[in-house]
């Protein structure tokens, strides 16, 4: 369906407002069992939101599955996504650099080829797009922002020269 815009900014002309379901695919980690320690090991990355303190450069988590316990949970490719949706870290973002699984605190964005992961992440970051995270989230003691509502937030998008350009912008300032 199309976005309603009219509580959201003004875009440049080039740039268009979609929901984030459209830029990629978006999964939802899982905890293989904790009763089977064969599932646990160093081989693959199992992040949790603590893992996500790197934020840009997220390559290794406290915990790890073997190659048997990455069969029970999600593989998330290298680049992807993770943006936390509960808790109280709601929102913290980390751009993944290994093949990982992610615990279920966590959606992952894994974009599609027209959309650079560099600049979803820097998105996922703004100030807005974290108001957009919280203004969402179900407003319990402990927030939670679903599948489907994560899904559904607006997202700014440009033109794939325009990530290009911003990502080298951010990056050569934080250089």
């Keep these: 369906p199309p976005i309603d815009t009219s509580d959201l900014p003004e875009l440049p002309e080039s740039w268009i407002w979609t929901h984030v379901k459209e830029i990629g695919n978006v999964e939802t980690g899982t905890t293989p069992s904790k009763t089977n320690p064969e599932y646990y090991s160093k081989d693959y990355p199992f992040y949790k939101p603590t893992d996500l303190n790197y934020g840009y450069y997220v390559r290794d988590a406290e915990d790890g599955l073997s190659h ?5 949970a999600r593989l998330l490719p290298v680049k992807s996504i993770l ?4 808790g109280a870290t709601i929102g913290k973002t980390g751009l993944i650099r290994r093949v990982g699984a992610s615990n279920q605190q966590i959606n992952a964005i894994i974009t599609n080829n027209d959309i650079l992961p560099e600049f979803v992440y820097f998105s996922c970051i703004s100030p807005k797009f974290q108001k957009f995270i919280i203004d969402n989230a179900s407003a319990t003691t402990l927030p939670i922002l679903n599948k489907t509502k994560f899904e559904s937030l607006p997202f700014p998008l440009p033109p794939l020269t325009e990530q290009h350009q911003i990502v080298a912008e951010v990056e050569h300032h934080f250089s």
């Excluded at 943006?83 to 509960?86: E, K, P, S």
């Design 68 to 72: 048997i316990g990455v069969k029970k």
């Design 83 to 86: 943006v936390t949706c509960i």
